[in-house]
């Protein structure tokens, strides 16, 4: 089976492009979540959604980000426009709606460097 | 949502049993206890979730006391390969909620 996949695996924009991150999870998990860990900080929560439902977006830095999940397959994560702070790695993570114990499998992560 | 405590960092000898203690003083009733294993460009990766008393699965076990209000994850015999970023998640995984990762124990294992 496979795991979540992150795409891309790094991306280099410059300041003031767009960016799209894009998640695809586990097939079957209705939880999708979306990280971030900016350089030296810790990994912090961006939003969760639960099938194609924004769950929880408190995480959400400001408006230029913006996620979606279509159908509640894959999500995507749009960056508009980019700037310098918005540097780091994107996880997203997918789980189950739960019945007893849950984990969370995590992609690789998206490496994002604004110039 | 809980907030989570662990030692920054620790070192152990090849062979050794390890134990990461981690303290959860605000859980709540429905929270469970996570740990994570992180490497270097890697994304977070499941090592054990239990509730309460003690949980064990083929690479850790996982100590509760009766208060919840610390865990304690053990790894036996630990090697080279798992030197990495432990994280101590606390949260409604049933209800979905986000998982909060702290700043975790980074564990060096030496030859």
């Known amino acids: 089976e496979a795991g ?6 790094h991306s280099v924009i410059e300041k003031g492009q767009t960016v799209t991150l894009r998640c695809d999870p586990i097939s079957g998990h209705d939880n999708l979540y979306w990280y971030r860990r900016v350089m030296g900080k810790e990994i912090k929560f961006l ?6 439902s924004k769950q929880d977006e408190s995480g959400m830095p400001n408006n230029r980000f913006l996620a979606e999940r279509t159908g509640g397959t894959y999500s995507t994560l749009k960056v508009q426009p980019a700037e310098l702070e918005d540097s780091g790695v994107y996880f997203c993570a997918s789980s189950l709606v739960g019945q ?15 110039v | 949502l809980a907030k989570t405590t662990q030692p920054i960092s620790m070192d152990s ?44 699965n083929e690479v850790a076990s996982l100590f509760i006391p ?21 994280y ?13 990762f702290g700043g975790g124990t980074r564990l060096m294992v030496k030859p």
């Open chain 1, 100 to 114: 007893g114990n849950t984990e969370a499998f995590f992609g690789q992560g998206t490496r994002l460097t604004v």
């Open chain 2, 13 to 56: 000898y090849e062979g050794q049993e390890v134990n990461i203690t981690c303290s959860h003083n605000n859980i709540a009733t429905n929270d469970y206890i996570t740990w994570y294993q992180q490497f270097p460009s890697q994304g977070p990766r499941f090592i054990i979730q239990g509730y309460k008393t003690k949980v064990t």
């Open chain 2, 66 to 86: 009766a208060d919840r209000k610390s865990s304690t994850l053990s790894l036996p015999r630990v090697s080279l390969s798992d030197t990495a970023v432990y």
């Open chain 1, 4 to 9: 979540v996949t992150q795409f891309p695996s």
């Open chain 1, 47 to 52: 939003l969760h959604f639960v099938k194609e």
């Open chain 2, 88 to 100: 101590c998640l606390v949260g409604d995984v049933l209800a979905g909620n986000m998982l909060t």
